[in-house]
Each structure stands twice: as structure tokens, then as C-alpha cells.
T-cell receptor, first 113, second 111 residues
């Protein structure tokens, strides 16, 4: 059974139209992460939550926001998607200790038209 | 900032061939090192890890040794199978929770 679930698998939005990507977990992990992966590039961390504590990476654009209403769910909101935001978005979780392994979802491939 | 560099892909091998995927890192100190694998249509999953110098991580016939002197963590497997076809990501973790990934190396194993 999938432990980190991302929906939808493919998302198409229009330039400038807000879009929300969803992630849920059944592992009861403390930490949830959002990574952006563009074609042939390394996954890049956008932000993460340790419980309710939000941690934004310094170079994450303001256009990207996140919400974590409870332990199980985390959302990525892109307020005004640009063509450059087309990418695979990966959600991951971990228990939160040092050197803990990350559990990844299958990702959401976002297209911006 | 710190970076992780992997060999460019795609790598194409015949079944039972020997595999090496090179990985080097620039982080100072003693970061933890990881290899993640992404099979087609699936999320990344941890393949193996090493947390201190000279440690060897191993799993499913894959091995990688933490070499501080060369800042490397090369992935090896003695005899690859078609089912090993995937994208392999090297990553380090120096502090906090943010894994620092390489760009990934695509491996295709042909029968």
C-alpha cells in the first residue's frame, strides 16, 4: 500500500491560474517535504514542515506556498504559475531524526499552458 | 553552496554486466551519503546509505563506500539485471533535514 500519496499524478494548469497539489501520508511522520524536479535536474527542496513548524528554503520563490492542516496532509499552492514552474513536484516524509530516510510519493507532473 | 555531482547518463548495459555510477560531493565535514532509486512511474526510494567515512552501504546487490579522501560515494553492482533499469540519485545530508541531490543517472539494462 502506498504510504505517501500524491494527487493527481498529472496536473495541467493555465499560466497565472492558481493550482494546488496534494500530498497525504499514512506513516504518521513528523516531517513533510516538497521538492521540485525539473527535467534532467536534481530535485530541489522548496520547503518542509517539522510538525507545524514551516521551514522555507531561502531561494524558494514567493509564488510557492504550503499548508499543513494536520499530520497527514500537506499542500503545495502555486499562486500564479509561470511556464518555468512546469516540473515534477515530489512530496516526501521522514520521522525527523538525523540521517532518517525519506519516503517519497510518486510525484505530480505539472504542466503550465 | 554544497553540490553533488553524478556521472551523466543514460548508461546502457547488458544484463549481468558490472555497473559503476560515480558520485562526488563538495560538502565539508562528514555528511551522510545516500543513493536513492526511482523506478519508472514510482517515487524515489532509499537504496543504501553511509553515515561515516569508510562505511559501506549495501542493498539488493548494490554497494557504495564512503570515501572521505576522494569525497566520493560511487555506486557499484557486480551483475545488473533488467529489473535494475531506473534512475539513480546520489545525495548528501550535511545538516538539518535537506537532502542535497545530484541530477540523477538513468540506467537501462538490456536482455
Amino acid at each position: 500500500d502506498a504510504m505517501v500519496i500524491q494527487n493527481p499524478r498529472y496536473q495541467v494548469t493555465q499560466f497565472g491560474k492558481p493550482v494546488t497539489l496534494s500530498c497525504s501520508q499514512t506513516l504518521n511522520h513528523n516531517v513533510m517535504y516538497w521538492y521540485q524536479q525539473k527535467s534532467s535536474q536534481a530535485p530541489k527542496l522548496l520547503f518542509h514542515y517539522y510538525d507545524k513548524d514551516f521551514n522555507n528554503e531561502a531561494d524558494t520563490p514567493d509564488n510557492f506556498q504550503s499548508r499543513r492542516p494536520n499530520t497527514s496532509f500537506c499542500f503545495l499552492d502555486i499562486r500564479s504559475p509561470g511556464l518555468g514552474d512546469a516540473a515534477m513536484y515530489l512530496c516526501a516524509t521522514s520521522r525527523g531524526g538525523t540521517n532518517e530516510k525519506l519516503f517519497f510519493g510518486s510525484g505530480t507532473q505539472l504542466s503550465v499552458l | 553552496g554544497d553540490s553533488v555531482t553524478q556521472m551523466e547518463g543514460p548508461v546502457t548495459l547488458s544484463e549481468e554486466a558490472f555497473l559503476t555510477i560515480n558520485c562526488t560531493y563538495t560538502a565539508t565535514g562528514y555528511p551522510s551519503l545516500f543513493w536513492y532509486v526511482q523506478y519508472p512511474g514510482e517515487g524515489l526510494q532509499l537504496l543504501l546509505k553511509a553515515t561515516k567515512a569508510d562505511d559501506k552501504g549495501s542493498n539488493k546487490g548494490f554497494e557504495a563506500t564512503y570515501r572521505k579522501e576522494t569525497t566520493s560515494f560511487h555506486l557499484e553492482k557486480g551483475s545488473v539485471q533488467v529489473s535494475d533499469s531506473a534512475v539513480y540519485f546520489c545525495a548528501d545530508l550535511n545538516s538539518g533535514y535537506a537532502l542535497n541531490f545530484g541530477k540523477g543517472t538513468s540506467l537501462l539494462v538490456t536482455p
